[in-house]
């Protein structure tokens, strides 16, 4: 500034006459400000630049956005040089890529994957290889340097350069800042103060980086356990009352399954308290939890909760600070088990009461080991106990049944089937003879092989003796009458009443038969089932048999239907002189017949109203009844889709399979599945899935198939989505850093854990523990001194289920782990799975990121300090600029006015060349006040509010060309449609004033033409003005936005070289980009890029 201030002086005093002292005084008065401002200025702007590089890099912007920074400030904080940053590969043998937002992008191109090595291809490799700082005062003549290099840089316009290592945390390079300089020349003591500031910020940059980059990929892993395990999670805080007891907890955070475990939803629980969701909890469970969060014990429990009718196993631990009162709760849905357990033991009791009851024994026999598991009543039937009947086989049958009962048993061991056997047996105790029923029934695998017989013997020996009794007894047909069930009447040939069994009298409730004999049985009949009662005692008395089904209540007014049979009894000449009728007993039959059919008027109306299409068809195949949601799906009517119509609505390309499907399954009467492509009534196909199962008659014929059609579509779509989500969690689980085993424990005799398996391992394994081919191996084998502590930690979550999460070092291994263990697969097993991880490095690195946290909290102190005193510096830069223009303006009017006086003054004494010189001065002075006034706006350019409004572009274009003076015969065009945008409308009026005055002033003719335009460009739109004047040469087309640089002759007075400056700082300071497109002779196109929308700063 003050080179500027010294030209301006110069020039005024070689075309000007000397001012008066009171010009010169003030005139110096601004040199010397000026010096002063020069020298605060370079420690405040540097204060000021890290403290806003520091806020950007906290703000977590992108690491490249970040260093782009960094090269602007040290490019900022010395306009004689331009910074870059080339960035190291991994392995630090190239540099893959560099920030060089000061240079074209060529520039960036030449130095993609340099070498980083001895050889000196550049200074960055070099002070990358070095580890220290490079110079290079003469690139162009230094032989020093490959000439590729050398060549890259001169022509960039780079004579000479300073390049420092970046060094990381580990004090390892991770690239190179590199300050070049526009001549060859050595660093000033500034420019090294500039490189060690550039480097210990990006240093920061890539410090965050890194730490960001550990943090994310740690939480995306733990996202994914926590997002996957099949347990339901709670991350929970005990609430205290007033009295600092436990009264509540909130509940900040549950993970997927904890809405299918709890069946609440995930919404409803989340920053909702445990009274607020299960006001049903009483006080001990929250004395749990406080001891859990405040005491810091780890409990295992089980818990019923009556609100939800649901058993809980919750697992209770400590997480955070010891004095946040948060802990985790680790919980799964145990009511089924506990439900199955209650049911269990109610049926072993009832089981075990049965079979002691009914002298039956219940049996398991393994016909491969020939081993045998029997109820405790074994010896009570067989007269031995199971350790004598071991390996007698079937010696103890008696001789004559032996062969059939032992050939029925080994049917069924080799066709799978079941089988039923009476037989005799010979008690080895006492040599008694007993009669055993047996029934067996094959246990197949997967595979269907036979793995063993189960079944259960009765011992009927006083069945067959009591049978044997009957069948010698004289009373042997009475007895089978008095059995009966049936209601049995002998009836004389006037159908009167002679006998009546017992169970007759019991089921028709007369209790005493002399009321009823002799009394007509005709008269126990009423309406149209006396008739039919008529007429089977005529189909009797013919010969033949006579049926029918009636109603007749008993003598008890007991409601009752009754399935009769008249049977004619012959004399020796077989005339016919009584008749048998036999009543059975169908009320409940025909109560089931009134159910049944209530029934099928309830299948109907829940299969037309089923979310699924239900159907049913013929033992040919015929459909005979299709539900509505099928008629309101396809859109078929009842005429279309019965018989085989609905194939009609199946896809043309699965009709053919689908029917032979069908067909078949139909010939087989076998249950099938099929998936077909159905037509929707829109015309769209879906894909659905059909699936049916025969039907067969109380008499077992086949009857035809009943069964329903889902749309899939959507599953399908699942499926495939669940498919590939489940191929990204399985790519990710065998790329995460942490290690992952499955182990197999091994126990001693005394069930205590000595050495375990690893089953299956992760490709981080080894990396975490060191340990090679690891796999099918023992740790044993691996690590023979491991320390026991292992063994019992894993042992015990083999045996109790209990999963455990724990950090724990290994003296043998060298090593800390951090470590979640739980029971994998069935607690037979013995398997438990493991994630851990290698944390020595955190744990060494724990006291110094303590020292690194203490000492950011002491330079945050340090930058809110600096910020402060930046803010009032600033301020008092804003009234050092008013100051500034009012104190330069002033002596300038004074200068203009003088001259203006003198040459008024002595008109008729000046020469020509005199006044033409005095009207130079003014010029030059008008020219100096605009150029004051440009460099003010410059400055504000971003750093005041404007107020944003919606802008209609065309209406802004006109009122901008009112406002100029335009010469009549130029011509100016405006695109017909043009956007309305909400945005700055000052700052974009200053924008297309300037460009379209400069196309004005500049243009060679007064006939010019300008041409303004406006395309769409994603978030931006993009505004062109071209004009036909003169163009600009290529190699000018950067120089123009540069401040205080023209193309024209600085004595014209509105060329100051600041305006389209100016537009460029506004441009970007929007967010858009600005660019010519010109060739001389052929005029200029600028382009500007400008936001759809406002930008935040």
């Given at each position: 500034m003050t080179e500027n201030a010294n030209l301006i002086t110069d020039k005024l005093q070689q075309n000007s006459p000397r001012p008066s002292s009171w010009e010169f005084e003030n005139q110096n008065r601004l040199i010397s400000v000026a010096e002063d401002m020069s020298k605060q200025k370079s420690v405040e702007l540097l204060l000021l630049e890290q403290n806003r590089l520091l806020k950007l890099i906290a703000s977590l912007k992108p690491m490249d956005e970040c260093l782009t920074a960094v090269c602007d400030s040290v490019s900022k904080l010395n306009s004689g040089v331009r910074a870059c940053i080339l960035l190291t590969d991994d392995q630090r043998l190239k540099f893959p890529r560099s920030i060089t937002p000061n240079f074209p992008p060529s520039f960036g191109q030449g130095l993609k994957d340099a070498p980083i090595n001895e050889l000196a291809i550049g200074t960055c490799g070099t002070a990358v290889y070095c580890g220290k700082p490079v110079i290079c005062t003469d690139i162009a003549n230094d032989t020093r340097w490959?000439?590729?290099?050398r060549d890259l840089c001169v022509a960039h316009g780079i004579f000479a350069c300073h390049s420092t290592p970046i060094l990381g945390a580990d004090n390892l390079p991770l690239g190179s800042l590199m300050l070049c300089f526009d001549k060859a020349r050595s660093p000033t003591d500034w420019e090294y103060r500039l490189a060690e500031f550039g480097t210990q910020i990006a240093s920061i940059v890539f410090e965050r980086e890194q730490s960001s980059k550990a943090l994310r990929e740690s939480e995306d892993k733990y996202r994914t356990l926590f997002n996957s395990m099949g347990e339901a999670f709670a991350l929970c805080k005990i609430i205290l009352d007033d009295d600092r007891k436990p009264f509540d907890v909130l509940i900040l955070e549950v993970n997927p399954a904890h809405e299918t475990v709890t069946g609440l939803t995930n919404e409803e629980t989340m920053g909702n308290t445990m009274r607020q969701l299960i006001p049903d909890f009483d006080d001990s469970w929250y004395e749990t939890c406080f001891r859990v969060a405040k005491g810091g014990e780890t409990i295992r429990f089980e818990n019923y909760v009556s609100s939800l009718n649901r058993w809980f196993d919750i697992y209770a631990y400590k997480v955070g600070k010891n004095d946040d009162g948060k802990f985790a709760l680790i919980y799964s849905d145990i009511s089924e088990r506990k439900q199955t357990e209650t049911a269990l033991k109610q049926n072993e009791e009832r089981l075990r009461l049965a079979v002691e009851v009914g002298r039956m024994v219940a049996w398991e026999w393994n016909p491969h080991s020939d081993t045998i598991i029997t109820t405790d009543n074994f010896s009570s039937i067989y007269g031995l106990s199971k350790i004598e009947a071991a390996g007698q086989g079937f010696a103890l049958v008696h001789p004559e049944d032996r062969a059939r009962h032992q050939s029925l048993v080994e049917n069924a061991v080799a066709t799978g089937k079941g089988y039923h056997s009476v037989f005799r047996f010979i008690r080895p105790d006492n040599g008694e003879i007993i009669w055993l029923e047996e029934r067996g029934e094959a246990w197949l695998d997967e595979k269907g092989n036979v793995q063993k017989l189960i079944g259960v013997v009765i011992d009927i020996t006083e069945r067959k003796q009591a049978v044997k009794a009957l069948r010698d007894s004289e009373e042997f047909k009475q007895r089978i009458l008095e059995s009966s069930n049936d209601c049995i009447k002998v009836l004389s040939l006037n159908h009167e009443i002679l006998y009546m069994n017992p169970g007759g009298l019991c089921l028709i409730e007369i209790d005493d038969f002399s009321s009823v004999c002799n009394t007509d049985w005709l008269s126990f009949w009423q309406g149209e089932d006396r008739e039919k009662a008529k007429n089977a005692i005529a189909t009797a008395k013919a010969g033949q048999i006579g049926h029918f089904q009636g109603y007749c209540p008993t003598m008890k007014d007991k409601p009752k239907w009754w399935d009769v049979v008249v049977t004619p009894i012959r004399d020796a000449s077989g005339e016919v002189t009584q008749f048998v009728a036999i009543s059975r007993d169908i009320t409940q039959q025909k109560q089931v017949e009134v159910l049944l059919r209530e029934s099928e008027e309830k299948f109907r109306n829940m299969a037309d109203n089923a979310p699924v299409m239900i159907w049913m068809t013929d033992a040919t195949g015929y459909c005979t009844y299709l539900s509505r949601s099928w008629y309101e799906f396809s859109g078929q009517t009842e005429e279309i889709g019965l018989g085989f119509g609905w194939l009609d609505a199946v896809h043309p390309e699965d009709s053919e399979s689908s029917k032979n499907i069908f067909l078949d399954a139909n010939r087989q009467k076998s249950a099938f599945q099929l998936e077909y492509r159905l037509r929707r009534s829109?015309?769209?196909?879906?894909?659905?899935?059909?699936?049916?199962?025969?039907?067969?008659?109380?008499?077992?014929?086949?009857?035809?198939?009943?069964?329903?059609?889902?749309?899939?579509?959507?599953?399908?779509?699942?499926?495939?989505?669940?498919?590939?989500?489940?191929?990204?969690?399985?790519?990710?689980?065998?790329?995460?850093?942490?290690?992952?085993?499955?182990?197999?424990m091994m126990f001693d005799e005394n069930n205590q854990p000595i050495d375990y398996r690893f089953l299956e391992i992760n490709p981080a394994f080894e990396k975490q523990t060191g340990l090679k081919d690891a796999e099918g191996k023992s740790i044993r084998q691996l690590v023979p001194n491991l320390e026991a502590h292992w063994f019992e930690i894993y042992g015990k979550v083999a045996l109790t289920g209990e999963p455990i999460r724990f950090e724990n070092s290994s003296q043998e291994m060298n090593r800390w782990f951090d470590v979640y263990a739980f029971r994998f697969e069935q607690p037979e097993s013995r398997k438990v799975a493991i994630f851990f991880k290698d944390i020595t490095e955190r744990k060494q690195s724990e006291i110094q990121q303590q020292q690194r946290a203490k000492e950011l909290t002491q330079l945050n102190h340090s930058l809110v300090r600096t910020t402060d005193l930046l803010a009032e510096r600033n301020q008092e830069l804003n009234s050092f600029s008013y100051i500034v223009s009012h104190d330069l303006k002033a002596p300038l009017r004074a200068i203009s006015?003088?001259?203006?006086?003198?040459?008024?003054?002595?008109?008729?004494?000046?020469?020509?060349?005199?006044?033409?010189?005095?009207?130079?001065?003014?010029?030059?002075?008008?020219?100096?006040?605009?150029?004051?006034?440009?460099?003010?706006?410059?400055?504000?350019?971003?750093?005041?509010?404007?107020?944003?409004q919606s802008v209609k572009v065309k209406e802004l274009l006109n009122e901008i060309l009112d406002s100029l003076v335009i010469p009549p015969t130029f011509t100016i065009s405006i695109q017909a449609e043009l956007p309305t945008i909400v945005t700055k409308r000052?700052?974009?009026?200053?924008?297309?004033?300037?460009?379209?005055?400069?196309?004005?002033?500049?243009?060679?003719?007064?006939?010019?033409?300008?041409?303004?335009?406006?395309?769409?460009?994603?978030?931006?739109?993009?505004?062109?003005?071209?004009?036909?004047?003169?163009?600009?040469?290529?190699?000018?087309?950067?120089?123009?936005?540069?401040?205080?640089?023209?193309?024209?002759?600085?004595?014209?007075?509105?060329?100051?070289?600041?305006?389209?400056?100016?537009?460029?700082?506004?441009?970007?300071?929007?967010?858009?980009?600005?660019?010519?497109?010109?060739?001389?002779?052929?005029g200029a196109t600028f382009r500007f890029t400008w936001p759809k929308q406002p930008l935040t700063h």
């Open positions: 490959s000439l590729g290099w829109d015309g769209k196909y879906r894909t659905c899935i059909d699936a049916a199962s025969p039907w067969f008659g109380v008499d077992g014929q086949f009857k035809g198939y009943i069964g329903s059609v889902m749309d899939i579509t959507e599953r399908k779509q699942a499926e495939e989505s669940l498919r590939r989500s489940e191929e990204r969690y399985r790519t990710l689980f065998e790329s995460i850093e942490d290690g992952f085993c499955v182990i197999e006015n003088l001259s203006q006086w003198i040459e008024d003054d002595l008109q008729e004494k000046l020469d020509e060349d005199n006044q033409r010189q005095m009207q130079l001065l003014r010029n030059r002075v008008e020219r100096m006040e605009a150029m004051i006034d440009g460099l003010l706006t410059y400055s504000r350019v971003g750093r005041t509010e404007v107020e944003t000052l700052l974009l009026s200053q924008v297309f004033a300037n460009l379209i005055s400069n196309a004005i002033k500049h243009h060679p003719r007064p006939d010019g033409q300008i041409e303004i335009s406006a395309t769409c460009k994603g978030q931006f739109y993009e505004f062109a003005v071209s004009d036909d004047g003169n163009g600009i040469a290529p190699e000018n087309h950067d120089k123009i936005f540069g401040i205080f640089q023209t193309l024209n002759s600085r004595d014209v007075k509105e060329s100051t070289g600041i305006g389209l400056s100016i537009v460029k700082k506004i441009v970007e300071t929007e967010g858009g980009e600005i660019t010519v497109t010109s060739e001389l002779g052929s």
